[in-house]
């Protein structure tokens, strides 16, 4: 039930952040991308406000055995690989990024504005992960 | 075509901060609190393996659920308060597919996007997610740079 709790209250937290900082905005999000056009550097702004907060949470997490919440053990994800799937999977997500401007978590904010657009993305999202689901994992 | 000319007339620093540091405020609160990682694609996309969606396995689907309905409530609840911002689409529809394909595909096999290899991965001080926001903010830059001035 904490959990619960706690999920949908990050969850808003986290749209309502991403519309102030304007993530939610394809057209900002490519703006930013656009480093030949006209720059708008915002993006690297949120970027920075996010880590700059986060960065605190996740120092303490790392000196924390115990959830506070939950009071379950603190597991930090360990993974060290950079290979071929990391990379190459990070490259498609950018290129798709640069395409529509959008990346997971505002597909679901601009879902929730109703727009027919973010509904089309987002549905291709999902297709995209399920597609994912069925493919050889390995690199 | 000159790089870095800055877009004054849309530049929001103060609202970028702002609004990461509430990013930030929730991926540190769901890690420091619970454990978990606000990476939204793993959120989503974790609903979709080892049957999680259905049979629950491991008692890890509701909140995720619920984290999902809060994204998705985010701007009702904003406009109690405040108009909606302009959200100005960049592409057709068949590029919104595609994107959106690529999106989904991309970000699962690199466990992490914008936020969970982005605010929080590089937050941890993780060399494995700077190496992924490297590999797709250069994809996000080529692909933009390509679109807008060489297609």
Wanted: with cysteine.
């Amino acid at each position: 039930m904490k959990m619960n709790i706690l999920g949908f209250a990050t969850g808003l937290l986290f749209g309502l952040g991403l519309l102030l900082a304007g993530m939610a905005n394809p057209a900002k999000v490519q703006g930013f991308l656009d480093l030949a056009g006209l720059w708008d550097p915002s993006l690297a702004f949120v970027m920075g406000g996010g880590i700059g907060v986060a960065i605190v949470f996740f120092t303490l997490a790392k000196r924390t055995p115990k959830t506070l919440l939950t009071h379950e053990d603190m597991k930090l994800p360990t993974s060290t690989v950079i290979d071929q799937r990391l990379i190459i999977g990070s490259a498609l997500f950018g290129i798709g990024w640069g395409i529509g401007g959008i990346c997971p978590g505002p597909a679901l904010v601009l879902v929730g504005t109703g727009s027919p657009d973010g509904v089309l993305f987002a549905a291709a999202m999902l297709a995209g992960m399920l597609i994912f689901e069925r493919l050889p994992k390995k690199a | 075509m000159p790089f870095f000319q800055i877009d004054l007339a849309n530049f929001t620093p103060l609202a970028g901060l702002l609004g990461g540091a509430v990013i930030g405020l929730s991926a540190g609160l769901l890690v420091l609190l619970a454990g978990r990682i606000a990476g939204i694609a793993g959120i989503i996309g974790g609903l979709f393996s080892a049957g999680t969606l259905f049979n629950d396995p491991k008692g890890d689907r509701n909140w995720r659920i619920l984290f999902i309905l809060g994204l998705l409530l985010a701007p009702a609840v904003w406009s109690l308060f405040a108009p909606l911002p302009a959200l100005g689409m960049v592409t057709s529809p068949v590029g919104l597919i595609v994107a959106g394909l690529l999106v989904g595909i991309g970000t699962r096999y690199a466990n992490g996007c914008t936020s969970g290899h982005g605010i929080c991965g590089l937050s941890r001080l993780s060399l494995r997610s700077l190496a992924a926001v490297i590999s797709f903010m250069a994809a996000g830059f080529i692909t933009v740079y390509l679109i807008k001035h060489v297609l």
